[in-house]
């Protein structure tokens, strides 16, 4: 079965410091990677993605995010976060071939100051 | 181009009532889909389209219509709304796949079921 999962539901961090979101996945075919963020009553904006290539990749507005086919993860990474970051973050996987996408419950950021 | 398009923001339903949630696209993409999220859920895939006068069903299809008659066009009928369809709906869209992987969302619907 494909599923995603983000073991954290909350995570609190200090501007300036640096960042890690988890998220793990089970997927049968060659895995279409995607993290999104979603600020608060908006809609779901692409951070990065991943599907071939690089194992390490570089997103928008300072992330990035590693793969690790023998883990099956792709955690999410910056290196300082502010106070503007503070969203919830969504990882997702999908296929080449396919129309679904299937997201992991969501990792809510709150950063203080 | 103004990407992905949804009307309305906001909508109030009492129970049995039927609507349309309207879902546009400007990027010539092939592929279209409806998800609605929930609290702790994350997204789930509602229906899909593959390009005009294709449908099929996605992850939670019960209770809800599709139609694509027009690449630009795919619109979400609640039949008879129940206040367990009460949630935010999502509009995607992507290009084929030889051309893109990528799914852009549109600003969501927020909808309330009493």
């Known amino acids: ?113 | 181009n103004a990407g992905v398009t949804q009307t309305p923001k906001f909508q109030v339903l009492k129970t049995g009532q039927s609507m349309t949630l309207q879902c546009a696209q400007d990027m010539n993409h092939e592929y279209m889909s409806w998800y609605r999220q929930d609290p702790g859920m994350g997204l789930r895939l509602i229906h899909y389209s593959v390009g005009a006068g294709i449908t099929d069903q996605g992850e939670v299809p019960n209770g809800y219509n599709v139609s694509r008659s027009t690449t630009e066009d795919f619109p979400l009928r609640l039949l008879s709304a129940a206040p367990s369809q009460t949630s935010v709906y999502f509009c995607a869209s992507r290009p084929a796949p030889r051309t893109g992987i990528e799914q852009f969302f549109g600003p969501g619907t927020r909808l309330t079921v009493l």
């Open chain 1, 1 to 113: 079965a494909q599923s995603v999962t983000q073991p954290d539901i909350h995570i609190t961090v200090s501007e300036g410091a640096s960042l890690e979101l988890r998220c793990n996945y089970s997927y049968g075919a060659t895995p279409y990677l995607f993290w999104y963020v979603q600020s608060p009553g908006q809609g779901l904006q692409l951070l990065l993605k991943y599907f071939s290539g690089d194992t390490l990749v570089q997103g928008i507005k300072g992330f990035e995010a590693e793969f690790k086919r023998s883990q099956s993860s792709f955690n999410l990474r910056k290196p300082s976060v502010h106070w503007s970051d503070a969203a919830e973050y969504f990882c997702a996987v999908g296929a080449r071939y396919g129309n679904k996408l299937v997201f992991g419950a969501g990792t809510i950021l709150r950063v203080k100051s």
